[in-house]
């Protein structure tokens, strides 16, 4: 497992913190039903076949929630993964653990969905002599 460590990118930081605003704002009122002392663990699993992107937004997510949070991943960004496919684990103080999943979760599905779309066009034109170039960002 590895601990979380607040990421360098100042860009990572300043979308997980908009998206912590937007998610929580003042704080997660359901979380704190949940006594403060107490730990839980967690898995994240693929619903579908595709390609992993994100995990430093996700990373970031819960590294500004807890530093006792760890995640120990079976999978890189670039990676193929498939349906029902354990991507990682995650342990620690249950309260950020319910906070941060979902906004974690939208950055790895974002991501992803844009990384597998970007590879079906890539596998598309595969020996074409045509290239895949990115554009200008289309998101804050």
Not at 45 to 56: A, N, Q
Not at 99 to 105: D, F, I, N, P
Request: hydrophobic residues 40%.
């Amino acid at each position: 497992m590895t601990t979380l460590q607040p990421p360098e990118d100042d860009v990572i930081t300043d979308d997980v913190g908009r998206a912590l605003r937007e998610d929580i704002g003042d704080g997660d009122c359901t979380a704190a039903l949940i006594p403060a002392t107490q730990s839980a663990h967690a898995k994240v699993i693929s619903r579908e076949d595709g390609v992993l992107c994100g995990r430093p937004w996700f990373d970031a997510v819960f590294a500004s929630l807890s530093s006792q949070v760890t995640v120990k991943w079976q999978v890189n960004d670039g990676d193929q993964i498939r349906a029902e496919q354990l991507l990682c684990e995650l342990a620690g103080p249950a309260r950020a653990l319910l906070t941060g999943e979902r906004t974690a979760l939208n950055f790895l599905q974002l991501l992803s969905g844009t990384a597998t779309t970007t590879r079906s066009y890539v596998d598309a034109v595969a020996g074409s002599g045509v290239h895949i170039l990115d554009t200008r960002k289309t998101l804050p």
